[in-house]
C-alpha cells in the first residue's frame, strides 16, 4: 500500500500489469537462449509485480462500491483465479499442441494483457467522478453512496513495519499462502506429468 497511498492506484496498477506482459513476452527467448536461472529470475521479477495488483485492485474498488456491495464485488474480481485454473489448462494444452509450440502459451498470455491493459489505461479512473464512461444515474447513484476516500495519506504517518513483521497474525499469514501456492505449484506441475507418464494422455487429451 506504500505506493497506492502515495501514486494513483489506477497507474499502480497498469505499471503492474505492465511488468507481467513484458516478463511473460521474453520468457519463451529467455528459456532458449539464457537457460533455467535466467528464467526463474524473470518469473520472481515478475511475482513482484503481480503483488501490487491486489492492493490496487482493493484500493479502487474501496473508491467504486459502496460498504454494503464491497463484498460481492471482492468475490467477484477474486474468481479470476478459479476460472484462470479451470480454463486456463485447456487453453494451454491447444496452443502447446498447435504448430506455433509451448512458447504461443506466453505470448497468448501477454498480448491478451497488452489489450486489456490498452482498454484499461482509456477508460478506466481511480473514482467515479473522473470517469468519462459511464451514465449521469450511475454517477449519482455512486456520489451518494460511496464513502470519499483519499489515496493521498499524510507522509509523516510512521509505519511499524518492524512489529507488522514480528506480528503472529502476519507469519501466519505467510504459513498459509506458501502451503497453499506450494500445493498449487505441485499440481501445476506433477498433475499433468501424471497424465502423461502413468496415464498416456495426449496433450489435448
Known sequence: ????????????????????????????????????????????????????????????????????????????FTTGNQMAGAGGNPVAASLCASPFGWPSIFYFASIGSTIWSVIWFLTASNQPSKCKVMTTTERAYLDANVVRRSNKTNRSLVVPY????????????????????????????????????????????
Open 1 to 76: 500500500m506504500f505506493f497506492i497511498n502515495r501514486y494513483s492506484p489506477r497507474y499502480v496498477l497498469q505499471a503492474a500489469v505492465g511488468v507481467y506482459i513484458v516478463m511473460t513476452f521474453f520468457t519463451p527467448y529467455v528459456a532458449t537462449h539464457w537457460g533455467p536461472y535466467p528464467v526463474f529470475v524473470s518469473r520472481v521479477i515478475m511475482g513482484l509485480g503481480e503483488g501490487f495488483i491486489l492492493p490496487a485492485n482493493n484500493a479502487i474498488l474501496a473508491n467504486w462500491f459502496p460498504s454494503a456491495e464491497r463484498s460481492t464485488a471482492i468475490s467477484l
Open 162 to 205: 518492524a512489529k507488522i513483521l514480528k506480528s503472529p497474525a502476519f507469519l501466519a499469514q505467510l504459513l498459509c499462502q506458501f502451503v497453499i501456492n506450494s500445493i498449487v505449484t505441485l499440481l501445476q506441475i506433477y498433475l499433468p506429468l501424471y497424465f502423461k507418464d502413468v496415464l498416456h494422455l495426449s496433450v489435448i487429451a
